[in-house]
T-cell receptor
Framework: GAVVSQHPSWVICKSGTSVKIECRSL??????MFWYRQFPKQSLMLMAT?????????EQGVEKDKFLINHASLTLSTLTVTSAHPEDSSFYIC????????????FGSGTRLTVV | DAKTTQPPSMDCAEGRAANLPCNHS???????VYWYRQIHSQGPQYIIH???NNETNEMASLIITEDRKSSTLILPHATLRDTAVYYC?????????????FGGGTRVLVKP
């Protein structure tokens, strides 16, 4: 149980375009999801906390107008990278917490974004 | 949440036990110790967590010192598939809004 599906697993886009990444909790309801970014050889950096039905809470230094987060249902959160640039190329990972599950946090498999 | 300190890397031999230390000297009484691992280009995978008592599951054992200022993750019989970055995280358990903050982790290489 407690599976998080992330799609797409990889995407290549042109500079200046927007890319949407989906994060779904398959067998549980997630009132809160988290979005991380990871550059090569580095640790995961939390970008924002996504709350169902309300605005996301962004970490310091993360541009909310560039990284749009929508959490319209209890099983789906989306991250849209707007006007992507090469420096946005990274590994994006979502996470969700299932209420009542002992181990709490489940992670998606990640999305490799390459902006050319 | 309390900060953790882990060695940046370690090697271990296949079939032997791997002992991964973590220092969390500023941990609070209500903070849990979580361990996750990340295999290359995948999302982190939950391993184990504990508060005070030692814990064991099918993947690993977690040994927490009596003063809770440090802990050790034990992989009893390391395999090549255990090669990964292992993250020790401490945080308060509670509402779903509580976030996990990752430190540098330990890069473990299991050698044949």
């Amino acid at each position: 149980g407690a599976v998080v599906s992330q799609h797409p697993s990889w995407v290549i886009c042109k500079s200046g375009t927007s890319v949407k990444i989906e994060c779904r909790s398959l067998d549980f309801q997630a009132t809160t999801m988290f979005w991380y970014r990871q550059f090569p050889k580095q640790s995961l950096m939390l970008m924002a906390t996504s709350n169902e039905g309300s605005k996301a809470t962004y970490e310091q230094g993360v541009e909310k107008d560039k990284f749009l987060i929508n959490h319209a249902s209890l099983t789906l959160s989306t991250l849209t990278v707007t006007s992507a640039h090469p420096e946005d190329s990274s590994f994006y990972i979502c996470s969700a917490r299932a209420q009542g599950v002992v181990y709490g946090y489940t992670f998606g498999s990640g999305t490799r974004l390459t902006v050319v | 949440d309390a900060k953790t300190t882990q060695p940046p890397s370690m090697d271990c031999a296949e079939g032997r036990a791997a002992n991964l230390p973590c220092n969390h000297s500023t941990i609070s009484g209500n903070e849990y110790v979580y361990w996750y691992r990340q295999i290359h280009s995948q999302g982190p995978q939950y391993i184990i967590h504990g508060l005070k008592n030692n814990e064991t599951n099918e993947m690993a054992s977690l040994i927490i010192t009596e003063d809770r200022k440090s802990s050790t993750l034990i992989l009893p019989h390391a395999t090549l598939r255990d090669t990964a970055v292992y993250y020790c995280i401490v945080r308060v358990d509670g509402p779903a809004g509580n976030k996990l903050t990752f430190g540098g982790g330990t890069r473990v290489l299991v050698k044949p």
